[in-house]
């Protein structure tokens, strides 16, 4: 009897799975920061605006992040104010920042070098604006 081999294939399939953890979608307001130092990790209020954002003008370089926090007015002192919120909010970890302190340091000294303030203190007040449940909210 004649014997028949049938060939074998075998096919192996290997799958690549890469994880990118998402931006954060938190952030809390200059007022809840301001009335919170308590809450402040990484940076301490007495600390210079222009130490911590080496392009700061002087107008607002000077102040400390806690002054700069009550600041009013707006072009530099809004930027200010929502820059350090942002910042506070980035070294917190019980907040989930969209943006790492280094990025809002350099997003933050970019603005100040060029003298363009609205767009960046807008992208930072909707951030800031966003809350985290359970401790800015």
């Known amino acids: 009897t004649p014997s028949t081999t049938v060939p074998t294939t075998t096919t192996t399939t290997t799958t690549t799975t890469t994880t990118t953890t998402e931006?954060?979608?938190?952030?809390?307001?200059?007022?809840?920061?301001k009335n919170h130092t308590e809450d402040w990790q990484g940076y301490g209020p007495g600390e210079l605006v222009g130490d911590v954002?080496?392009?700061?003008?002087?107008s607002v370089a000077g102040l400390t992040l806690l002054e700069g926090l009550q600041n009013g007015g707006g072009q530099e002192r809004a930027l200010t104010r929502h820059a350090i919120a942002a910042l506070l909010a980035a070294a917190n970890d019980e907040v989930d920042s969209p943006l790492t302190e280094d990025e809002v340091i350099d997003m933050v000294n970019e603005a100040f070098a060029v003298g363009n303030f609205e767009a960046t203190k807008d992208l930072l007040d909707e951030f800031n604006n966003l809350g985290a449940p359970g401790f800015c909210d």
């Open 53 to 58: 954002f080496v392009e700061a003008p002087d």
């Open 23 to 33: 931006p954060g979608n938190e952030g809390c307001t200059p007022g809840f920061w």
